[in-house]
């Protein structure tokens, strides 16, 4: 009998500016890397597991190696970036705002420190580098929150938000403001 994991074990999804897609199978992101669609520093997620970055997968560092190295142009000299800093541009500056009222911050702190490095400012404001798309973000996050704790979470990085348990008023507001309206 087929192990029933299997499909879900070499199941990919892919971030690009923010944006989740997928789901491939590790072949075809294998194929993304060879034809430079997928770089080291692009996030990805295998189901059952948090966002990384690809060239920090031990199932796809292979890939990366595999790949022919490309020559630069003899004539062009361009400062060089340690592979922190470049990995640290391809993560998205997350805030988020809670006001958990309905219980223990326990395991939403818990939720905040699984999407990377973070940092808790306040009673209710976390700073958080992550690799995750917000919507993804707002997934694992929901779950740890009451109906009526409110939820704010907005990626600077490329200017999109999410939010809820605010009312119909305040979240039409929100939506207006965001987009710049008003």
Not at 15 to 44: H, I, L, M
Not at 116 to 141: C, E
Request: glycine share 8%; hydrophobic share 45%.
């Amino acid at each position: 009998m087929a192990n029933p994991n299997a499909r879900t074990q070499d199941t990919w999804f892919v971030a690009v500016d923010g944006k989740s897609y997928g789901p491939y199978t590790e072949e075809q992101v294998a194929n993304f890397v060879a034809e430079g669609r997928v770089a080291v520093s692009t996030p990805v997620m295998r189901v059952g597991e948090n966002w990384s970055l690809a060239g920090e997968h031990l199932s796809l560092a292979w890939t990366f190696a595999a790949r022919p190295a490309v020559a630069a142009p003899q004539t062009t000299v361009e400062p060089t970036r340690s592979a922190d800093a470049k990995a640290e541009e391809a993560l998205a500056k997350i805030v988020i705002v809670a006001d958990l009222r309905s219980g223990s911050t326990i395991a939403f702190e818990g939720a905040v420190a699984k999407l990377g490095r973070s940092y808790r400012m306040n009673q209710f404001v976390w700073l958080v580098h992550s690799a995750t798309p917000i919507a993804q973000i707002r997934k694992d996050l929901v779950a740890h929150v009451g109906r009526n704790d409110p939820l704010f979470i907005a990626d600077t990085s490329h200017g999109r938000a999410a939010w809820l348990h605010f009312g119909p008023g305040a979240e039409a507001t929100i939506k207006a403001l965001w987009r710049g309206g008003l």
